[in-house]
């Protein structure tokens, strides 16, 4: 059995439904007493943010793509299988630089930072789009389990080591043309002299680097601490994609610990098993906004 609590997008048709109202009232005293916070982000935190794949944010950055190939959105456009390098990389770097070096449009990442900057807090999310960081969020208390945007890797792997791309794809996006970067900017690995690939896991060259396992240490050590005490395991915008890496987990860990909570905002699919319900607030709606009123 799942529980779900339906938020109005309006603030004005919101405070007229009572049980929303109690459901950010009840957020607000959980979030208040937390003696810690595990946040559990997903895709819809970032979207809630500005960060859409598809629409107006697509067909402003992509309308040469889009005239050839007739993409819909950017995720389908990136598994596209280009000609030349040349073109790939063009696509990829326009990718990069609009999800990973450009700012969200909206304040909804700093909302969260003012949220819980003051707590014991942690961040376990699966995107890769930077956001936590640049929002103020301490980078040792972040573990992006899926990769980074801002990293290649060497697509064979030939070693685990992570590359950053700032420098290079700027300049991809600067010169292109006709929907080609030049050839010496293709990137190859340094060793091998193999295409680089992002570093981002779709299959099993997904190189965890250094910094990836020192991550992977500090979130253990932070569930290891916390496993017994007053915590919130606050989780925003996960979907159905990989619900083993947070969902089930946080779900698990709140039924061991009579003392946790959990929290859902998720546009849609804010749910929580029966197993947990009397420790749990589901809240069905924008993010953002929710984020607001708490």
Same mark, same amino acid.
């Given at each position: 059995?799942?529980? !779900?609590?339906?938020?109005?997008?309006?603030?004005?048709? +919101?405070?007229?439904?009572?049980? %929303?109202?109690?459901?950010?009232?009840?957020?607000? !005293?959980?979030? !208040?007493? %937390?003696?810690?916070?595990?946040?559990?982000? #997903?895709?819809?935190?970032? %979207?809630?943010?500005?960060?859409?794949?598809?629409?107006?944010?697509?067909?402003?950055?992509?309308?040469?793509?889009?005239?050839?190939?007739?993409?819909?959105?950017?995720?389908?456009?990136?598994? +596209?299988?280009?000609?030349?390098?040349?073109?790939?990389?063009?696509?990829?770097?326009?990718?990069?630089?609009?999800?990973?070096?450009?700012?969200?449009?909206? *304040?909804?990442?700093?909302?969260?930072?003012?949220?819980?900057?003051?707590?014991?807090?942690?961040?376990?999310?699966?995107?890769?789009?930077?956001?936590?960081?640049? %929002? #103020?969020?301490?980078?040792?208390?972040?573990?992006?389990?899926?990769?980074?945007? #801002?990293?290649?890797?060497?697509?064979?792997?030939?070693?685990?080591?992570?590359?950053?791309?700032?420098?290079?794809?700027?300049?991809?996006?600067?010169?292109?043309?006709?929907?080609?970067?030049?050839?010496?900017?293709?990137?190859?690995?340094?060793?091998?002299?193999?295409?680089?690939?992002?570093?981002?896991?779709?299959? &099993? &060259?997904?190189?965890?680097?250094?910094?990836?396992?020192?991550?992977?240490?500090?979130?253990?050590?932070?569930?290891?601490?916390?496993?017994?005490? *007053?915590?919130?395991?606050?989780?925003? #915008?996960?979907?159905?994609?990989?619900?083993?890496?947070?969902?089930?987990?946080?779900?698990?860990?709140?039924?061991?610990?009579?003392?946790?909570?959990?929290?859902?905002? *998720?546009?849609?699919?804010?749910?929580?098993?029966?197993?947990?319900? *009397?420790?749990?607030?589901?809240?069905?709606?924008?993010?953002?906004?929710?984020?607001?009123?708490?």
């Amino acid at each position: 059995m799942c529980l !779900k609590t339906r938020i109005i997008t309006s603030t004005d048709a +919101y405070w007229d439904n009572r049980e %929303a109202m109690d459901s950010v009232e009840k957020a607000k !005293k959980v979030i !208040k007493g %937390a003696e810690a916070v595990l946040i559990g982000a #997903g895709a819809g935190l970032s %979207a809630s943010a500005g960060f859409t794949y598809s629409g107006k944010r697509f067909e402003k950055n992509f309308p040469d793509f889009i005239k050839k190939y007739g993409f819909g959105d950017m995720y389908f456009a990136g598994f +596209y299988p280009y000609e030349t390098w040349e073109e790939y990389w063009a696509y990829w770097s326009r990718y990069i630089f609009i999800n990973r070096y450009q700012d969200a449009p909206k *304040n909804v990442y700093q909302d969260l930072y003012h949220l819980v900057q003051n707590k014991d807090y942690f961040v376990l999310t699966t995107n890769v789009d930077h956001c936590f960081q640049k %929002a #103020g969020f301490d980078k040792q208390r972040l573990f992006y389990t899926q990769g980074d945007y #801002g990293l290649w890797q060497c697509s064979k792997p030939c070693h685990y080591k992570t590359y950053d791309n700032e420098a290079v794809v700027r300049q991809m996006v600067a010169e292109q043309e006709h929907m080609r970067v030049p050839s010496h900017l293709v990137p190859r690995c340094p060793v091998c002299q193999e295409p680089m690939s992002m570093n981002l896991r779709s299959d &099993s &060259s997904f190189v965890e680097d250094e910094g990836w396992h020192a991550a992977a240490d500090k979130y253990q050590d932070f569930i290891h601490c916390h496993q017994r005490l *007053n915590i919130l395991y606050l989780e925003l #915008g996960v979907g159905g994609n990989t619900p083993g890496i947070i969902k089930y987990p946080f779900w698990q860990m709140t039924k061991e610990n009579p003392k946790a909570a959990y929290i859902c905002i *998720n546009y849609g699919e804010a749910v929580c098993p029966q197993a947990i319900q *009397n420790q749990s607030i589901c809240i069905n709606g924008d993010i953002g906004e929710i984020l607001k009123w708490l």
